[in-house]
C-alpha cells in the first residue's frame, strides 16, 4: 500500500509540479528521514521508476521509465547506462533511449540466451521499481541533413527508431529518411506497428528477414541501387551486430560512398587480435590531429597505448567517454595512415584503437 501510494506520488511531482520544482524542494529538505521515506525524490542519484512494460516482439520488451529531478534530458539517438544488482553482483548495460513527450522515455530489450541483466529485467523487473542510471550520452544523434537512409539490423534499430519518432513529430523538420531494417524472422520484427504508420507518414520502410524464405530482398552489392538509387546523396546511420556492419561498410566502400557522411553506433565492442603492429623502434611516428592543430611525436616507450591515451598523455584535448569504444564520444575520421584495432570505415574510436603507421592524420 505504501509502496503504491509512493509511486502515485512520485509520478505526480515528476508531471504535474515539475523537475526544477522538486529539485529546488529536495535540495532544501534534504534530510535523513526524508531520504528514509523516499529516496526516489529526496537523493543525489539519478534514478527512474518503471510506469509500464510492453511485450514488444519475441524476447523483445519496452520499458517505460520515468526518471527523478536529477535527469538532465536527452538527445533522441543516445543512451543511458542501466545499472542493476543481481545477486550481490553490480552490472552496468547500456540501452538506447525513445524519448515520450510526458517527459519519460523508453528502453527496448531483447532477452539473450545467457544475458545475466536483460534476463533480469525481462524476468524480474516490475512496475513500479526504480533503476540507477547514467545520464544521457552518445554522439548518434540527428545532424540537420535533409536526407537520411537508416540501415539496422535486430535491436539495433532502436537508437533509429528514437531518431526517426522525434523528426516525425516535429513539424518544422522536412526530412526526406528511409529504413532498412532486418530482422531474423516475422516474430522478431520490432517496433512492428511504428514501422507500419511510418509508411502511412512518407517514410521508405524496407523490412527484409534473414531467416525466413520468400521475405523481401536482403541489402547486397547486387540490389543496393535498385532499393536506394540516391544513397550517395543520404547521410547513412547503421546500427545492428559487428558482422552485418562490417558488411554494409564493405559494401558502402566498394560503391565509392563518402565514408564521411557514415555515422555509426554498435552496443558493444570485442577488442580484437591486433597481431603484428608497426614497430614505433623503426621510426618516431606522428599522430596530427588537424582539427585542433595539434600534432604529437612518438617513442618506443609509446608502443601498445591507444590514440586516446597517446592524446592525453601529450597534453591533446580531445573529448571522451566511456572509453569503450562504445559511445562515439572519441570517434574521429582517418585521413591519412593506418590504425589498428576499433574502426569503422573512417572513423576512428581513439579509446581502442592504435597508431599503426608511421603517419596518421585525424580530423573531426
Given at each position: 500500500?505504501l509502496?503504491?501510494?509512493?509511486?502515485?506520488?512520485?509520478?505526480w511531482?515528476?508531471?504535474?509540479?515539475?523537475?526544477?520544482?522538486?529539485?529546488?524542494?529536495?535540495?532544501?529538505t534534504?534530510?535523513?528521514?526524508?531520504?528514509?521515506?523516499?529516496d526516489?525524490?529526496w537523493t543525489?542519484?539519478?534514478?527512474?521508476?518503471?510506469?509500464?512494460?510492453?511485450?514488444?516482439?519475441?524476447?523483445?520488451?519496452?520499458?517505460?521509465?520515468m526518471?527523478?529531478q536529477?535527469w538532465q534530458g536527452?538527445q533522441?539517438?543516445?543512451?543511458i547506462?542501466?545499472?542493476?544488482?543481481?545477486?550481490?553482483?553490480a552490472?552496468?548495460?547500456?540501452?538506447?533511449l525513445?524519448?515520450?513527450?510526458?517527459?519519460?522515455?523508453?528502453?527496448?530489450?531483447?532477452?539473450?540466451?545467457?544475458?545475466?541483466?536483460?534476463?533480469?529485467?525481462?524476468?524480474?523487473?516490475?512496475?513500479?521499481?526504480?533503476?540507477?542510471?547514467?545520464?544521457?550520452?552518445?554522439?548518434?544523434?540527428?545532424?540537420?541533413?535533409?536526407?537520411i537512409?537508416f540501415?539496422?539490423a535486430?535491436?539495433?534499430?532502436?537508437?533509429?527508431?528514437?531518431?526517426?519518432?522525434?523528426?516525425?513529430?516535429?513539424?518544422?523538420?522536412?526530412?526526406?529518411?528511409a529504413?532498412?531494417?532486418q530482422?531474423?524472422?516475422?516474430?522478431?520484427?520490432?517496433?512492428?506497428?511504428?514501422?507500419?504508420?511510418?509508411?502511412?507518414?512518407?517514410?521508405?520502410?524496407?523490412?527484409?528477414?534473414?531467416?525466413?524464405?520468400?521475405s523481401?530482398?536482403l541489402?547486397?552489392?547486387?540490389?543496393?541501387?535498385?532499393?536506394?538509387?540516391?544513397?550517395?546523396?543520404?547521410?547513412?546511420y547503421?546500427?545492428?551486430?559487428?558482422?552485418?556492419?562490417?558488411?554494409i561498410?564493405?559494401?558502402?566502400?566498394?560503391y565509392?560512398?563518402?565514408?564521411?557522411?557514415?555515422h555509426?553506433?554498435?552496443?558493444?565492442f570485442?577488442?580484437?587480435?591486433?597481431?603484428?603492429?608497426?614497430?614505433?623502434?623503426?621510426?618516431?611516428?606522428?599522430?596530427?590531429?588537424?582539427h585542433?592543430?595539434?600534432?604529437i611525436?612518438?617513442?618506443?616507450?609509446?608502443q601498445?597505448?591507444?590514440?586516446?591515451a597517446?592524446?592525453?598523455?601529450?597534453?591533446?584535448?580531445?573529448?571522451s567517454?566511456?572509453?569503450?569504444?562504445?559511445?562515439?564520444?572519441?570517434?574521429?575520421?582517418?585521413?591519412?595512415?593506418?590504425?589498428?584495432?576499433n574502426?569503422?570505415?573512417?572513423?576512428?574510436?581513439?579509446?581502442?584503437s592504435?597508431?599503426?603507421s608511421?603517419h596518421?592524420?585525424?580530423?573531426?
Amino acid at each position: 500500500m505504501l509502496n503504491h501510494l509512493r509511486q502515485h506520488t512520485n509520478r505526480w511531482l515528476m508531471q504535474t509540479v515539475g523537475h526544477d520544482w522538486v529539485d529546488y524542494i529536495a535540495s532544501n529538505t534534504m534530510t535523513v528521514l526524508n531520504r528514509r521515506l523516499n529516496d526516489f525524490i529526496w537523493t543525489y542519484e539519478l534514478k527512474a521508476q518503471v510506469i509500464a512494460i510492453t511485450e514488444e516482439a519475441d524476447q523483445v520488451k519496452t520499458m517505460t521509465l520515468m526518471p527523478n529531478q536529477r535527469w538532465q534530458g536527452m538527445q533522441a539517438g543516445q543512451y543511458i547506462q542501466l545499472k542493476v544488482l543481481i545477486d550481490g553482483v553490480a552490472y552496468q548495460r547500456a540501452y538506447s533511449l525513445s524519448p515520450l513527450e510526458n517527459g519519460c522515455f523508453t528502453i527496448t530489450v531483447k532477452q539473450h540466451a545467457g544475458g545475466r541483466v536483460s534476463t533480469w529485467l525481462h524476468e524480474q523487473l516490475t512496475v513500479g521499481m526504480e533503476l540507477r542510471l547514467e545520464a544521457a550520452q552518445g554522439q548518434f544523434c540527428y545532424q540537420q541533413q535533409e536526407k537520411i537512409l537508416f540501415i539496422s539490423a535486430g535491436s539495433g534499430i532502436t537508437p533509429c527508431y528514437s531518431i526517426i519518432q522525434s523528426l516525425l513529430a516535429d513539424t518544422r523538420a522536412k526530412v526526406d529518411i528511409a529504413l532498412y531494417a532486418q530482422f531474423s524472422q516475422t516474430k522478431d520484427v520490432i517496433y512492428r506497428q511504428s514501422l507500419q504508420q511510418w509508411r502511412a507518414q512518407g517514410v521508405q520502410v524496407h523490412v527484409a528477414l534473414s531467416q525466413q524464405t520468400g521475405s523481401d530482398h536482403l541489402l547486397t552489392a547486387d540490389n543496393l541501387l535498385q532499393l536506394y538509387p540516391d544513397f550517395r546523396q543520404r547521410d547513412i546511420y547503421l546500427c545492428g551486430p559487428a558482422g552485418f556492419m562490417d558488411n554494409i561498410i564493405t559494401l558502402l566502400q566498394m560503391y565509392g560512398y563518402d565514408m564521411t557522411r557514415l555515422h555509426c553506433e554498435r552496443f558493444n565492442f570485442a577488442a580484437p587480435n591486433l597481431g603484428e603492429q608497426f614497430d614505433f623502434s623503426q621510426c618516431q611516428p606522428i599522430v596530427d590531429f588537424k582539427h585542433l592543430h595539434q600534432r604529437i611525436s612518438l617513442s618506443p616507450e609509446d608502443q601498445g597505448q591507444t590514440l586516446l591515451a597517446l592524446a592525453h598523455k601529450y597534453g591533446v584535448l580531445v573529448e571522451s567517454g566511456c572509453e569503450r569504444g562504445m559511445c562515439g564520444s572519441c570517434k574521429l575520421t582517418l585521413k591519412e595512415g593506418k590504425v589498428s584495432g576499433n574502426q569503422l570505415g573512417k572513423a576512428v574510436y581513439l579509446c581502442t584503437s592504435y597508431p599503426d603507421s608511421a603517419h596518421v592524420v585525424l580530423d573531426a
